[in-house]
């Protein structure tokens, strides 16, 4: 008998209490808090750490940088000190590094043909030290755009990739597309931020329960295959 197959979930940019609430009803495993200013879904640290106090035990916080400096990583750090950090930047290995914390370093690719120019390979090697590559699409704004890239780009049956337990994907995934993006790429985790959205920053519950529902029946598609 297979193993069940279960991809874990994130759902990112969560800036009030009810939908963060809202995510851990309907089943996500992390949620992320955006610490960049320019974001329309930007907190402060000290917002996240009210967010965060929220969370039940093993759904995990993540804070989102963006070439942050070395004090905003060290408040962020200090308010949810319990984190895993999301680079998102122009952040290089040695600067994600240099946290000293467990991350996640996220591919910006480009979407269209222009996508199969991105060194996916060359990237997972240069960042070996991140617990997993976050594959999102390039858009203008550093993430949250709606926007995906060409799923079909990438080997990633390639060891370096090893899909199994080093990719997260996101970059405009919604509850219509998660099933067929997990199918194609068999990522570690999913990764939804504007997809279960009423409007930036505002979460839609419905969303988030169908969002879950669709990971799950791609799961369930996985497990029964031989």
Same mark, same amino acid.
């Given at each position: 008998m297979n193993t069940p197959h !279960?991809? !874990?979930i994130k759902i990112c940019g969560l800036t009030r209490e009810a939908d963060v609430d809202a995510a851990v009803r309907a089943g996500a495993d992390a949620v992320g808090f955006v610490l960049y200013e320019k974001s329309p879904r930007h907190v402060t640290p000290e917002r996240a750490g009210e967010l965060a106090r929220r969370l039940p035990s093993f759904v995990m916080p993540v804070l989102l940088f963006v070439n942050a400096s070395?004090? $905003? $990583?060290a408040n962020g750090c200090q308010a949810v000190p319990?984190?895993? $950090?999301q680079f998102h930047g122009d952040e290089s290995p040695a600067e994600c590094a240099a946290a000293q914390r467990p991350y996640l370093r996220a591919a910006r690719i480009p979407?269209?043909?222009?996508?199969?120019d991105f060194d996916l390979l060359k990237y997972a090697e240069d960042? !070996?030290?991140?617990?997993?590559?976050? $594959?999102d699409a390039l858009v203008e704004g550093y993430g949250g755009g709606g926007q995906s890239f060409d799923w079909t780009a990438f080997p990633w049956s390639h060891p370096l990739l090893n899909a199994s337990s080093r990719l997260v994907l996101s970059g405009g995934l919604t509850p219509a597309n998660v099933?067929?993006?997990i199918l194609r790429v068999r990522p570690w985790a999913v990764d939804v931020s504007s997809g279960v959205e009423v409007s930036k920053g505002i979460k839609d519950p419905e969303k988030m329960l169908a969002f879950v529902a669709a990971v799950r029946a791609a799961d369930a598609q996985i497990s029964r295959q031989p």
């Open positions: !279960r991809t !874990r070395a004090e $905003l $990583l319990q984190a895993l $950090l979407t269209g043909a222009h996508g199969r960042h !070996r030290a991140a617990q997993a590559i976050l $594959l099933t067929d993006g």
